[in-house]
C-alpha cells in the first residue's frame, strides 16, 4: 500500500465524506472497518474539539498490528452533528487530523469515511446501518469484503458490515457499547434463526485490547 498525508478524493457530497489515504490493493484484500467515535477515540457527544480527542484503550496497538498484516484499516462514521448544525467538515476534519496525529505513522489509516445524515436520512444515503460506505470502499480500495472483519459498539455498525456480505462482525463495550450490547446480542440472534448461513459470526469485546489479533494472520484466511 502507498501512503499519502492527502485526500485523493474528498466530499461526494454536501451530507457525505470520503478522504482515500492510500491507492488500491493491487490484489484483493479484506479490510478492518471500524468507528470512529467510541471505537478509536472516546465517544464526547458531537465532538467538534480536536483537544477533547482521546484514543480508545488498545486503538493504536489494533491498528498498527493490521498494518504490519497488510489489512487496510478504514474507519466509517455517522456524523449526525453535521446535519444537525451542531458543527462543519471543517471542524470534523480537525478532529480526524487529531485522531491521526494520536495514532502515530505507525497505525495509519486507509481511508475515512463520514456520513453527515441524521436520522431521518433517506434509504439511499452513507447513513449507517447502511452498507453503502463499506461497499464504496470496497470498489474504490479493491477490497474483499466477505473475509473483511468490521468493530462497532453501535448496532448500526454491525447491521452495516452484515448488509455489506461481512463474515465477522464485533461488538466492543466502549461508547455506546454497554447499552447496545442487549440489542445487540437479540440482533445476531433474529439474524442466525431468519438467515443462517448468511448471519455473520458475532465477537464481543471489552475494548479493543481484547480482539482475536491472530484473526489478521494469513494463515486464518487460508484456513478459515
Known sequence: MAYTNQSIHSECSNLCHR????????STSPALFLDRDG????????????????????????????????WPVIVITNQSGIARGFFKWDDYKSVNDRMQNLLGGEAPLS???????????????????????LLDASKVLNLDLQNSIL??????????????????????????????????????EQSVHANLDRAPSLGLLESLNSFPYELLSVSHLQTG
Open 19 to 26: 478522504l482515500l489515504l492510500t491507492t488500491a490493493q493491487l
Open 39 to 70: 471505537v478509536i477515540i472516546e465517544d464526547v457527544h458531537y465532538i467538534s474539539n480536536p483537544d477533547q480527542v482521546i484514543l480508545c484503550k488498545g486503538a493504536s496497538k489494533l491498528i498498527s498490528i493490521a498494518h504490519t498484516m497488510k
Open 111 to 133: 481511508a475515512i469515511y463520514a456520513s453527515g445524515h441524521g436520522p431521518d436520512a433517506p434509504k439511499d444515503s452513507w447513513r449507517k446501518p447502511s452498507p453503502l460506505m
Open 151 to 188: 468493530i462497532g459498539d453501535r448496532l448500526s455498525d454491525l447491521q452495516a458490515g452484515a448488509a455489506a456480505g461481512l463474515k465477522i462482525v464485533f461488538h466492543v463495550l466502549s461508547g455506546h457499547g454497554q447499552s447496545a450490547r442487549k440489542s445487540v446480542l437479540n440482533w445476531h
